[in-house]
Nanobody
């Protein structure tokens, strides 16, 4: 059974940091690109960061460049999103997605940036 389980969300003050994790199972994790998306209330889901399967190449939305870092540990079947210098506009539900032969989504984790 395929599973993507996000964790690490929560409430943080502006300027703070969070590290999201997405643990994968049920498919060949190392063969899949992994992508983080987010969706704020009333807005469309948007791509935040992506990392390729083969060489770990990364790509970021302009709004998070220099603040967020995506990484993966193929031995642990886990992708991470390190989020620094968080802003209120980063508040959203964050989802991980596996893209390869098939596409899988996690259930999401809430990130709230507020003082």
């Amino acid at each position: 059974q395929v599973q993507l389980v996000e964790s690490g969300g929560g409430l943080v003050q502006p300027g703070g940091s969070l590290r999201l994790s997405c643990a994968a199972s049920g498919f060949t994790f190392s063969s899949y690109a992994m992508i983080w998306y987010r969706q704020a209330p009333g807005k469309e889901r948007e791509l935040v960061a992506a990392i390729s399967s083969a060489f770990g190449s990364t790509n970021y939305a302009d709004s998070v460049k220099g603040r967020f870092t995506i990484s993966r540990d193929n031995a642990k079947n886990t992708v991470y999103l390190q989020m620094n210098s968080l802003k209120p506009e980063d508040t959203a539900v964050y989802y991980c997605r596996a893209a390869g032969i098939q596409v899988y989504w996690g259930q999401g984790t809430q990130v709230t940036v507020s003082s």
